[in-house]
């Protein structure tokens, strides 16, 4: 199995941001990698919570392991074409269509080396070791509409991690935190709730209100019961 390596830049930023901890947010390719990083510092974990959005647990998904090493020879058309090939081509609403139009247009921005190495990390043979991260808390963030996971990869994110909360939206495609950014938002102050008043908080107390507390906690009691 090729071994997905912490790159020195982001050892050099652990050991420089003065947090001991931090919680983690991830998309997609993002999300693995926050797996990633939280199962490969298990033994001095720097990681205390994760939120995974439309996230997966093992590349063999994509069923594209056995091109992960010719992405460096494609050009980048080419590399570009087998990207947009996971977008939405039917019928959305106006805000999804702006998020697509926002992705395509960060997507010719990015080199051939780029998109190469994204795609390889992708879809290089690689999965996630549940053991090394399960005291870790976990929200789970999916759409019900089209999206580039399967209801199979969906289902062995909920087997990997029977105990996360699970925040579902109704639409949001490939990217939610774009289009349903305040749905998406919402979901990340509940899963920071339960730190609240501990080190581990991610917001300063004084900066949130008495009535602030109160709706988050209601909308966290109606989340548990939707489960």
């Excluded at 010719?70 to 996971?86: D, E, H, Q, R, T």
């Excluded at 999206?147 to 996360?164: D, I, R």
């Excluded at 998406?184 to 991610?202: M, P, S």
Aim: hydrophobic residues 40%; negative net charge; aromatic residues 10%.
């Amino acid at each position: 199995m090729g071994e997905i390596k912490v790159s020195p830049d982001y050892n050099w930023f652990r050991s420089t941001v003065p947090l001991k901890k931090v919680h983690l947010f991830g998309a997609s390719l993002g999300g693995f990698l926050a797996q990633k990083f939280a199962e490969y510092t298990h033994k001095s974990p720097r990681v205390h919570s994760l939120i995974l959005c439309n996230s997966f647990s093992d590349t063999s998904i994509f069923n594209q392991t056995w091109t992960a090493n010719s992405f460096w020879l494609m050009p980048s058309f080419m590399l570009k074409k087998i990207v947009l090939g996971n977008f939405s081509s039917g019928p959305v609403d106006p805000v999804m269509a702006d998020a697509i139009d926002f992705m395509v247009d960060r997507l010719e921005s990015l080199g051939q080396s780029e998109l190469a190495s994204r795609l390889t990390l992708n879809c290089q043979n690689s999965y996630v070791e549940p053991h090394k991260i399960r005291d870790i808390p976990v929200t789970i963030m999916d759409v019900f509409d089209q999206s580039a996971l399967s209801t199979e990869a969906k289902e062995e994110m909920y087997k990997l991690y029977p105990n996360a909360r699970r925040a579902h939206l109704k639409t949001g495609g490939n990217f939610p935190y774009l289009c349903r950014s305040a749905e998406v938002n919402l979901y990340v102050q509940i899963h920071l709730l339960q730190f609240h008043g501990t080190k581990y908080a991610a917001i300063d107390p004084s900066m949130v209100s008495a009535e602030e507390l109160e709706v988050q906690k209601g909308n966290l009691g109606l989340s548990q019961e939707e489960q």
